[in-house]
């Protein structure tokens, strides 16, 4: 009878210790980044997108408009996939060109494009992560969710942002691509958020290239807050901005017009290769 509770006071203070144990930076950053990333979203939405690119002395370059529109699958299920498909409805030059990605949860990232120069829709793979998204200073890769699956994680502290006139404090959180692959498709060789601890939005996101120098940085202009088709609230980003440190440039991706849930009349089957060229809105 001693040795068996002996053995259970022995059994008991090992597992307290394990409970009692801190995360480390790594656990902690991953767990924040997950919280982060498994956000509530819409089933579904239909906004748009207004992306201004200005030059280096801030005047605006030009102006395009895009149609956006989001369909969740599988929400709440392991098969979970966002699927987006957007359309530049001008200027004329650009009109037609459009962009389409399957955003998963458990697997990779798949992303089209459709240039009407080329007259051919082409999967986005390798180094075309990197290219410009139309024309701007967001590449291909940094214009959707990025995928929590390339990256490692670890929280280095809080830090206070400046967001739309307060301060807000925020977790700050550095991402290392998993491999060199990942890193050189995408350009980027180091990332570091801000994410607010309450919203669990990134109110800013720097982006470090392969030789680990700082060259862009992501701020949030603005945001919503709406209750999604299972009544939990999501806080929408309607207008990021991107601005390149090296050269001076920068682009704002403003969201207007939103409709969510059952205010769109969003299908269901517009998510594919053939609608890239179809009116489908």
Known sequence: MKLIRFLTSIVFVFNFSLIALPETPEEMGTRLSKANDDRPVFEKVQTTGTLIIYN????????????????????????????????CTSPADDQGNSYMMYHYKNQADVKWVYLKGIRKAKKVTGADKKLSFFGSDFTNAEAQKPNFLEWTYKYLGDEKVKFRGQVFDCYKIESLPKNKSIMNDQGCGRRVSF????????????????????????????????????????NYETGIEMKNVKTGTKSHLIFTDLKTENETNLRTDIFTVQYLTRKWW
């Open 195 to 234: 994410v607010e601890k309450k919203s669990l939005l990134t109110l800013r996101l720097d982006f470090y290239d392969e030789n680990l120098i700082k060259v862009k940085e992501l701020s949030l202009l603005s945001y919503t807050t709406k209750a999604n088709i299972k009544g939990q609230k999501v």
């Open 56 to 87: 280096s002395s801030g005047e605006i370059k030009f102006k395009k408009i895009l149609i956006l529109g989001t369909y969740a699958e599988n929400m709440g299920t392991p098969n979970f996939c966002e699927k987006y498909i957007t359309y």
